[in-house]
């Protein structure tokens, strides 16, 4: 696959089929991602893979502490950070809500339900690195994270990264035995084989014209 094919081809999947991805798939991504760039080659990146019946007992831990913290969905952050963010992703839930409507949902809620049960993926990957490294590493774990969506994606594989899920960062440790000491959770990344018959999965988000994210100098 071209490198601009990967790049502009790669999109979320949130919709997967029950096909399980073998170990040794997963391993080859994991490798890719693990080529990823890094401050003085520290390689910061720990992966957990969850698959089975222990995602399954992940997702009923997430969905109990879910419960009874009540956190809600707010990309706007309560509206503190500035409103040309919040206006893409007022964009980005217009044009979805169509699809999800579809689906006799709303975007929140289809958001919410989705990302704390990892859209149904066979497999998720939970990126973590020491606590003590500052946080510019965290550039390097999304090198790292790149690298196995677009590595995922080559082996027509499909990913979603998703963020939400860290709200209950004291479950996740819990259930999969992380020790917060060595370990801080970063991102969780949903991945198997996109459903082709899943509508959402046919949307695919737009991107602002490039030239207002572009300072020149010495052009």
Not at 8 to 19: A, P
Not at 154 to 166: F, K, Y
């Amino acid at each position: 696959m071209e490198i601009h094919d990967a790049l502009s081809g790669r999109k979320t999947i949130r919709g997967f089929l029950e096909q399980p991805v073998p170990q040794a798939v997963i391993k080859e991504i994991l490798i890719d991602a693990h080529w990823a760039p890094s401050s003085s080659n520290q390689q910061p990146w720990h992966f957990h893979v969850v698959t089975g019946a222990a995602l399954q007992g992940l997702c009923e831990k997430i969905e109990e502490a879910r419960r009874l913290k009540q956190t809600s969905y707010d990309p706007s952050k309560g509206k503190t950070i500035p409103p040309e963010y919040v206006d893409r992703t007022k964009k980005l839930f217009r044009q979805l809500r169509p699809v999800i409507s579809s689906l006799d949902g709303d975007n929140k809620s289809f958001i919410e339900s989705g990302s704390f049960r990892f859209y149904g993926a066979p497999v998720v990957v939970f990126i973590t690195m020491h606590p003590s490294l500052p946080k510019s590493r965290y550039m390097d774990i999304g090198m790292a994270a790149q690298n196995l969506m677009l590595s995922a994606h080559g082996r027509g594989l499909g990913t979603c990264a998703i963020a939400l899920t860290l709200y209950y960062g004291d479950a996740i440790n819990a259930c999969l035995g992380i020790d917060p000491d060595q370990h801080e959770t970063l991102l969780s990344i949903a991945l198997g084989y996109p459903d082709p018959e899943f509508p959402v999965n046919a949307f695919r988000s737009s991107r602002e014209d490039i030239d207002p994210f572009i300072t020149w100098a010495g052009f």
